[in-house]
């Protein structure tokens, strides 16, 4: 999963290329995109993926739902972040070097 990338994005390109993969004669079977799915995913999924890992016989739907979860959280906090960096402020001195110009 690229940096960025929302899990909704990621998901559609990994069924993009499971359909690739069908399309060429190569069977991908549920496991085996669970596989795929979990193997892919940043840190940030770790725990839910671990969790998923040690559970038998996990269908891809369940995976998915479960992911989910944690994708909002992820989100979320990605959000907040670029917003505080947009918030925060710029300062410059003028010209005379004695004040602080705000720009924002």
């Known amino acids: 999963m690229e940096s960025g990338t929302t899990f909704a994005e990621h ?5 993009e290329l499971v359909v690739q993969l069908q399309t060429i004669g190569e069977q991908v079977d549920e496991q085996r995109q669970v596989v795929l799915l979990l193997g892919s995913l940043t ?45 925060r402020k710029t300062f410059k001195k003028n010209k005379s070097g004695r004040g602080i110009i705000c720009f924002n």
């Open 11 to 15: 998901l559609n390109h990994l069924k």
């Open 43 to 87: 840190e940030e999924y770790s725990t839910v993926v671990r969790v998923l890992e040690t559970t038998p016989n996990v269908d891809l739907a369940t995976a998915i739902e479960s992911l989910r979860g944690v994708a909002e959280e992820v989100e979320a906090k990605r959000s907040y972040q670029s917003a505080l960096m947009v918030k």
